[in-house]
């Protein structure tokens, strides 16, 4: 049984990844930082089910906190499957942000991914296989107001995604970035009304968690072995 780690694995997506990687046979490891009670809660659901998974906190911003707490996990053997998906959020068009604005954004989405998988590469690359997926955003492919700090973290995952991919193709691991579109969640109904998504989304309505889900469960299989450094979008058509 291979084991797998999600970052932000307490939000809408990353529950949904961590219950399709559960699905496909992997044991589970599911990161949050300020949603512990959460990840705690789909974990032990996931038991009930007949799964296997575990809750685990760590502020990935912290380098060394993130490095004690990947060191506990790597005692029981090595991660083959990692999946960052942590992301936050802190809109402000360019003139009006603040410098902590800018940097916090980058610092979860762009250091965080370094802080998690630098440590969890030299146990991956002596296995001889792994799959790493980064989860980016439409806002990081084609922009959006308001998020240029987003926007800027979640593209630095496309070049450090083709950048590892060569690194660690010769190991049998593969890295992509997969960038979701508007995806059904209670704040998504909020900011993206129906007649909006009509507009803007050739298919005329949101994604599913799921649908992001089923895409890394696949690119974290042996299907998917030939598929690396790639940036694949979900987002119903938007150009």
């Known amino acids: 049984m291979s084991r797998a780690l999600v970052t932000g694995g307490s939000g809408i997506i990353g529950a949904a990844i961590a219950k399709a990687l559960v699905a496909a046979g992997h044991h589970v490891y599911i990161h949050a930082h300020g949603q512990l009670e959460r990840a705690?809660?789909?974990?032990?659901?996931?038991?009930a089910a007949g799964g296997t998974a575990e809750a685990v906190r760590f502020d990935l911003t912290d380098a060394a906190e993130t490095e004690t707490a990947l060191a506990q996990i790597l005692n029981a053997g090595p991660i083959q499957i990692l999946v960052n998906n942590a992301?936050?959020?802190d809109d402000a068009v360019m003139p009006g942000m603040r410098?902590?604005?800018?940097?916090?954004?980058i610092d979860v989405s762009l250091n965080g991914f370094f802080n998690v998988t630098q440590p969890l590469l030299l146990p991956m690359l002596r296995t001889?296989?792994?799959?790493?997926?980064?989860?980016?955003?439409?806002?990081?492919?084609?922009?959006n107001r308001g998020q240029a700090n987003y926007a800027a973290a979640k593209a630095g995952l496309h070049g450090a995604t083709r950048s590892l991919a060569l690194e660690l193709a010769s190991r049998?691991?593969?890295?992509n970035t997969v960038a979701p579109g508007i995806i059904a969640s209670p704040?998504?109904?909020t900011i993206f009304p129906k007649v909006v998504i009509s507009k803007i989304v050739p298919m005329q309505r949101a994604g599913t968690p799921e649908e992001v889900a089923d895409l890394v469960s696949f690119l974290a299989s042996e299907r998917a072995s030939y598929i690396s450094g790639q940036l694949i979008s979900i987002n119903g058509g938007m150009a």
């Open 187 to 189: 704040s998504t109904e």
């Open 87 to 89: 992301g936050i959020h």
């Open 99 to 105: 410098h902590e604005q800018w940097s916090r954004v």
């Open 128 to 143: 001889r296989w792994g799959r790493i997926v980064n989860i980016s955003s439409v806002a990081a492919v084609m922009g």
């Open 40 to 47: 705690q809660a789909l974990a032990a659901a996931i038991i």
């Open 172 to 175: 049998g691991i593969t890295v």
